[in-house]
């Protein structure tokens, strides 16, 4: 719980969230390693589990759905994961943004998301044949 006020709590939360953020900054230097859907999936969940809702949290939210955007790898789990992160206690705008993005997703006539969101979808896939991860 982001709001348990014990010491051992505040510090085990806290290192939680310095591995994850540092896992996820590796992969972002690394040429050998992508990101893909899990990997964002995992960081909304970590900004769920760990942080209080606030604007900082918003915030990161908001630079995570950007990033899988760019990266091209949203798809169906991301933007669910991504929906349970930005409340309205992160702030009026994030929950504005939500609300937007969902309604021009809404408004598309195969109810599909954007190519340009999801081009590397399958590319970066985790499949069980694969030697790496």
Avoid at 102 to 122: C, I, M, S, V
Wanted: glycine residues 6%; proline residues 4%.
């Amino acid at each position: 719980d982001p709001s348990d006020a014990s010491d051992r709590s505040r510090m085990t939360r806290d290192m939680c969230i310095d591995a994850s953020f540092q896992m996820f900054d590796a992969i972002l230097r690394s040429d050998m390693a992508g990101r893909n859907p899990a990997t964002y999936i995992y960081m909304f969940g970590i900004l769920q589990k760990c942080f209080p809702p606030s604007r900082s949290r918003g915030n990161i939210a908001y630079g995570l759905f950007v990033k899988a955007r760019e990266e091209q790898v949203v798809n169906e789990a991301i933007m669910e994961a991504w929906k349970k992160v930005m409340t309205a206690e992160d702030g009026a705008e994030f929950s504005d943004y939500v609300k937007d993005t969902e309604e021009r997703l809404a408004e598309r006539q195969d109810g599909a998301l954007p190519w340009r969101w999801t081009k590397h979808n399958r590319w970066r896939m985790y499949r069980k044949r694969d030697l790496g991860y």
